[in-house]
Nanobody, 112 residues
Framework: VQLVESGGGLVQPGGSLRLSCVASGFRFSEYTMRWVRQAPGKGPEWVAIINTAGGNKNYAPFVSGRFTISRDNAKNTLYLQMNDLKPEDTAVYYC??????RGQGTQVTVSS
């Protein structure tokens, strides 16, 4: 199993980023996938989850309509579109396969 996240960076409050996660080593289309994040000094927290076909999505309450999870099974890729970013969204973001497999993460920093 390999999961490679990208798309993070430094953005001002109110800005947007699109995270990507390319999966390999397993049948991506057969797994529900999710994004989790971990801020400095805090434990990991779930952000969003998407079912195999992409038609069922759920979000953590703090997302409040700002993020959209999606997937392209033909490209074995998971996405997280993040809009209206806030300083409290600063964290390392990971895509996660059921069972706990994660990539190396991508750093998102929201700061003016």
């Amino acid at each position: 199993v390999q999961l490679v996240e990208s798309g993070g960076g430094l953005v001002q409050p109110g800005g947007s980023l699109r995270l990507s996660c390319v999966a390999s080593g397993f049948r991506f289309s057969e797994y529900t996938m999710r994004w989790v994040r971990q801020a400095p000094g805090k434990g990991p927290e779930w952000v969003a989850i998407i079912n195999t076909a992409g038609g069922n999505k759920n979000y953590a309450p703090f997302v409040s309509g700002r993020f959209t999870i999606s997937r392209d099974n033909a490209k074995n890729t998971l996405y997280l579109q993040m809009n209206d970013l806030k300083p409290e969204d600063t964290a390392v973001y990971y895509c996660e396969k059921p069972g706990g497999d994660r990539g190396q993460g991508t750093q998102v920093t929201v700061s003016s």
